[in-house]
């Protein structure tokens, strides 16, 4: 078993390159806190590293591609540099792509030094020690409890922004028929309560004033451990924590939202009215094939739920085009689905044909092409309901958090409407000086694109 009180890495080099989701962030910040404990150095430059560590995606073919780019690029850089270093330097590749495809990746890729899936990164810390053989790092029972542990919540805090993303579980146990993360990750499984609530405490304790929840089913927290989901409890003990100021809720699955947690999200103070609820289609026929269990009746039935309970909530969700089969009426009725619901935020993916899913049987027989027209269309319809439904702010005063300090008077913010990185964000200009982190009422001044801007009262 890995001993991370004894082992060491002395005066090493490392530089980490994530790709991918939220949750490739926080692992490549347990990854980079392991590290610098026992004695390396997290450098921001590939160049002087004397390691390489790269955090791939695998969840459809662009981030495949993506990533697959990167460890090319890093490859070729070693190559180079290995001619006038005395100590060569290393390439690592671990997470989803890694998991999926290891003997392909070193097969096609030779500078690849040491590979490893999700589930076994913290093995990279004897790989780094030279205590493997081989290229191919298995996952072990060992390593996996390490990952899961109550104690293993410490990491790298990005000190850049006042968010976190806080994974509060692994895998997922719905059968989406598109989906290859039940692959990569298996089964749903749960950190317990506690350990959450300690790791919001550290991050708070690292200045962070937001945390952001996020796994692959949010919504069923729990349910592995606790024999049902136990989201709300969650939140109520996160709720408590002294010095947090917002909570937010990311890959709620449709099916499983329920009254309790409509009613939690409007009833904490902490918790950001705010839903990111992932519907990927509305025609029943289509979602019958995705194996999503919901249909468009019960979707709107839950829109309206949510919107009826929930003052001034925002809700975004994504959707995907060009699954195998899907008719020019069945796309029709998705256009006039968002132009009815009208949606805060919306994100549109093209269909993945990903093997090893149920849907890899299928026909793909969607032109990539049309794929893309689709998608485009989506989002122009989408543009403009954003746009008209932040107008509906204007005038109206909002509590916003400073994300970023540009200069004495003005700043980057974001009310909880705007989940960072994916949504809008607030210009505010200032006449006292605020700190990154401060939470201040903004009036609404005008739109430009996706964007507000604002100014403090």
């Not at 330097?89 to 040491?114: H, M, N, T, W």
């Not at 997922?172 to 298996?186: D, E, V, Y």
């Not at 004033?209 to 996160?238: A, C, M």
Request: with cysteine; hydrophobic share 35%; charged share 30%.
């Amino acid at each position: 078993m890995l001993d991370l009180n004894n082992s060491k890495i002395v005066s090493k080099k490392v530089f980490i390159e994530t790709l991918g989701c939220a949750k490739n962030v926080v692992d490549s910040e347990r990854v980079a806190y392991v590290l610098k404990t026992k004695g390396a150095n997290i450098t921001e430059s590939p160049e002087e590293a004397d390691i390489i560590m790269v955090n791939t995606c695998g969840f459809i073919e662009d981030a495949k591609q993506e990533s697959i780019d990167y460890i090319l690029t890093y490859a070729r850089m070693k190559e180079e540099l290995n001619k006038k270093r005395q100590v060569p330097q290393k390439l690592v590749v671990f997470g989803c792509l890694a998991e999926r495809y290891k003997e392909e990746l070193i097969k096609e890729i030779p500078e690849i030094d040491f590979i490893s899936g999700v589930k076994d990164y913290l093995v990279l810390l004897d790989t780094l020690n030279g205590k493997h053989n081989g290229k191919i790092l298995d996952t072990t029972k060992e390593y996996n409890d390490i990952i899961f542990s109550d104690r293993n919540f410490e990491r790298v805090v990005n000190s850049e922004f006042p968010y976190a993303y806080l994974k509060i579980s692994e895998g997922c146990n719905h059968t989406c028929s598109f989906c290859a993360i039940p692959l990569i990750r298996g089964k749903q499984r749960s950190r317990t309560i506690q350990s959450i609530v300690d790791e919001a405490k550290f991050l708070v304790d690292n200045g962070i004033k937001e945390v952001i929840l996020v796994s692959q089913d949010t919504s069923n927290y729990g349910i592995d451990i606790y024999s049902k989901p136990r989201l709300v409890e969650l939140l109520e003990r996160l709720n408590q924590v002294d010095g947090l100021e917002w909570i937010r809720l990311h890959y709620l699955y449709p099916t499983e939202v329920s009254d309790e947690l409509i009613d939690a999200v409007a009833g904490l103070s902490k918790v950001c009215k705010y839903f990111d609820i992932p519907l990927q289609h509305v025609s029943d026929r289509i979602l019958k094939l995705m194996r999503r269990g919901g249909n468009k009746e019960r979707y709107v039935e839950l829109i309206s739920r949510i919107r009826e309970k929930v003052k001034d909530v925002a809700i975004r969700t994504t959707f995907i085009v060009g699954f195998p089969s899907e008719t020019k009426e069945e796309f029709e009725e998705l256009k006039e689905f968002v132009g009815n619901i009208r949606f805060n935020w919306m994100g549109v993916f093209t269909y993945s044909h990903e093997e090893g899913t149920y849907a890899f049987s299928m026909n793909d027989n969607i032109p990539k092409s049309t794929k893309s027209r689709r998608r485009n269309t989506l989002l122009r319809i989408q543009q403009k309901i954003t746009e008209e439904e932040l107008r509906k702010l204007v005038g109206k005063v909002k509590k916003v958090m400073i994300d970023t300090v540009l200069d004495d008077r003005n700043y980057i913010a974001r009310s909880e409407i705007n989940s960072p990185e994916i949504d809008g964000a607030i210009h505010l200009v200032s006449t006292r000086k605020l700190s990154k982190g401060d939470v201040v009422d903004a009036f609404v001044v005008k739109v430009v694109g996706y964007d507000l801007y604002a100014r403090t009262i």
